[in-house]
């Protein structure tokens, strides 16, 4: 069998990119080897869900107030354990954990990052075999190494990020990171069991014309919302269109779609949840810093995500998140909310 050398594994491209930063501890490179091997553990139980008891609910429910499914409980253990025994990560915080977890062993004690992860986005999706996904954040720790993590560890803006991804399980399975150098995204090749990468330097488009939006709760978004989204279904070839509505409900895939299509996804806060659903530091960050690493923007409506100070590991923020001129098209519609806020 003929091996292509010129696509690179994930392994080989992060050995790479630390031979272009000679100063580098190579810390960061061999924490996102340990994400990459969670989630080829837990993309081979994706695959066989429905044979064996890891679909349905686990019979609880997690701080979010919502039911948790067994492949959740897998997928937060498998991520947690990998980089609890991994060299690089101090502590965890998940969106299926109360609290976060500092690891507490000398070698944990002495790595530089911490990591926030959603063990499996849109897992209301798993009985259903729609696509979902995996999505972490990486922060440089503002303890003093050599001592256990801490809660401001975690609470930091989105803008201290080193590093930011996602794994999307679906007819192929990937991984997309970003740094501040790039976004790249690895395809998993299931015949060597390795990630190669498929996507180099993705640039988001800054035109799109497909809007990802719950239009069931149109009459419960604010005005300016609304108004956008009547836009959106007016466009014609006269005026930039026609735009085209596709939301999946998986918002790793949804948002993946935009990232590489072009388009703009909407989870707008609602008049009975005015801070929406997604969840600041485990959904929203990330895929606004990996967005905007790619050339897209990403705000709550009035202010950039990554702007945001945290003041709870399990806030709640509106989002809005996509190419960049699609983007200035709904900031138009919000003027006048922004306005009336100062």
Known sequence: MSINRKILTLDEFTIQQLRNFPHATGELSSLLRDLGLAAKRVNVEVNKAGLVDILGDAG?????????KKLDVFANNQFMKVLQHGVSCAGIASEEMDDFVAFDDEI???AKYVVMFDPL??????????????IFSVYRRVSE????????????????????????????TMMVYATRRGV????????????????PDIQCLPDGNIYSVNHGNFF??????????????KKDKSNGGPYTQR??????????????????FMYPGTTDKPNGKLRLCYECNPFAFIVEVAGGK??????????????????????????????KELEEFHKPQKELAV
């Open 145 to 172: 190494r050599g001592t256990l993590c801490t809660k401001e560890d975690f609470l930091q803006s989105g803008i201290n990020q080193v590093a930011a991804g996602y794994m999307v399980y679906g007819s192929s």
């Open 247 to 264: 939301y999946i409900g998986s918002m790793v895939a949804d948002v993946h779609r935009s990232l590489i299509k072009g388009g703009i």
């Open 298 to 327: 990403a705000t709550n409506g009035m202010i950039r995500i990554l702007d945001i100070q945290p003041n709870d590991l399990h806030q709640r923020v509106p989002l809005f998140i996509g190419s960049s001129n699609m983007m």
């Open 121 to 134: 986005d849109g897992s209301g999706n798993i009985d259903v075999n729609i696509s979902i996904g995996t």
């Open 108 to 110: 944990s004690k002495k």
């Open 220 to 233: 419960r978004y604010e005005k300016g919302v609304q108004e956008y989204i009547t836009e959106c279904q």
């Open 60 to 68: 609880t429910v997690n701080i979010q107030g919502e039911d948790v």
């Open 184 to 199: 790249n995204g690895f395809t998993l090749d299931p015949s060597i069991g390795e990630f190669c990468l498929s996507h």
